[in-house]
């Protein structure tokens, strides 16, 4: 039976403050779990109602009450893991960036992870103003390839302006997505779902590109941000195959 102690201590990871001070984040779902307990992630402990067989010191086997207790889910599936933040690695410039401004839905963050981790996008790079990746609702729907997309936050209007590959951005009023030459190297900016890229970092951007509207009534206001993010990268890579 956990202490109240340690279900107190689970429970506020669920802050962002809490995470980075302690430098550690909830993971949950058999799914998810198991993805990360493969990669270089270093685990810190694990709850689970059925063994997972791993090293006896980091895994607890508690009981559905107890999972209950610690979830961040309506419905917990059977194992939530702490694990401890990765290094942060250097930025490959070699080959095309992601770059979000002010993205803050945990949901529209979690996805466009999965899709970089799709499309071949080894980096992501986010404005201090994004959600954080290591909110436990981003987690659950990245389905574990936060593991595979190395995110790193930034001062992004520095780090805009001292690239020297060319930036895209994505508006609504831009260049035919499908009429323009895309390079294998660049950064790609996506922004905010209400507000788009703000007025500093727009004076980075070098290209902007859009996708064009094709229904009769061209009545939609806008694209989600992650399935624009889908809709960009797959006409950035459609020229490499």
Same mark, same amino acid.
């Given at each position: 039976?956990?202490?109240?102690?340690? /279900?107190?201590? /689970?429970?506020?990871?669920? %802050?962002?403050?809490?995470?980075?001070?302690?430098?550690?984040?909830?993971?949950? @779902? !058999?799914?998810? #779990?198991?993805?990360?307990?493969?990669?270089?992630? %270093?685990?810190?402990?694990?709850?689970?109602?059925?063994?997972?067989?791993?090293?006896?010191?980091?895994?607890n086997i508690i009981? =559905?009450?107890?999972?209950?207790?610690?979830?961040?889910?309506?419905?917990?599936?059977?194992?939530?893991?702490?694990?401890?933040?990765?290094? =942060?690695?250097? !930025?490959?410039?070699?080959? +095309?960036?992601?770059a979000l401004d002010? #993205?803050?839905?945990?949901?529209?963050? @979690?996805?466009?992870?999965? +899709?970089?981790?799709?499309? @071949?996008?080894?980096?992501?790079?986010?404005?201090?103003?994004?959600?954080?990746?290591?909110?436990?609702?981003?987690? %659950?729907? *990245?389905? @574990?390839s936060i593991s595979?997309?190395?995110?790193?936050?930034?001062?992004?209007?520095?780090?805009?302006?001292?690239?020297?590959?060319?930036?895209?951005? $994505?508006?609504?009023?831009?260049?035919? #997505?499908?009429?323009?030459?895309?390079?294998?190297?660049?950064?790609?900016?996506?922004?905010?779902?209400?507000?788009?890229?703000?007025?500093?970092?727009?004076?980075? /951007?070098?290209?902007?590109? $859009? !996708?064009?509207?094709?229904?009769?009534?061209?009545? *939609?206001?806008?694209?989600?941000?992650?399935?624009?993010?889908?809709?960009?990268?797959?006409?950035?890579?459609?020229?490499?195959?």
């Amino acid at each position: 039976m956990l202490s109240k102690n340690q /279900i107190k201590y /689970i429970k506020r990871l669920g %802050q962002k403050k809490i995470r980075h001070q302690e430098r550690l984040f909830v993971v949950e @779902g !058999i799914k998810t #779990v198991n993805e990360l307990l493969q990669s270089n992630f %270093q685990l810190h402990c694990l709850y689970t109602t059925e063994s997972f067989n791993i090293d006896a010191k980091s895994e607890n086997i508690i009981s =559905e009450n107890d999972l209950k207790r610690i979830s961040f889910l309506k419905t917990p599936n059977k194992v939530l893991a702490i694990f401890k933040f990765p290094e =942060e690695t250097p !930025i490959q410039f070699n080959r +095309l960036i992601v770059a979000l401004d002010d #993205v803050r839905d945990p949901g529209n963050l @979690g996805t466009i992870i999965r +899709l970089c981790d799709w499309f @071949g996008i080894r980096d992501l790079v986010c404005s201090r103003q994004t959600v954080d990746c290591y909110n436990p609702k981003v987690l %659950q729907a *990245t389905m @574990g390839s936060i593991s595979r997309v190395s995110i790193n936050y930034v001062d992004l209007e520095l780090f805009l302006s001292e690239t020297s590959l060319p930036v895209f951005g $994505a508006y609504m009023n831009g260049d035919n #997505v499908y009429k323009t030459a895309l390079p294998e190297k660049g950064v790609l900016v996506m922004g905010n779902e209400a507000n788009g890229i703000s007025k500093d970092i727009e004076t980075h /951007i070098s290209n902007r590109i $859009a !996708i064009p509207r094709f229904g009769d009534l061209q009545a *939609t206001e806008s694209l989600n941000v992650a399935t624009a993010t889908a809709i960009l990268l797959s006409e950035f890579k459609r020229g490499l195959n």
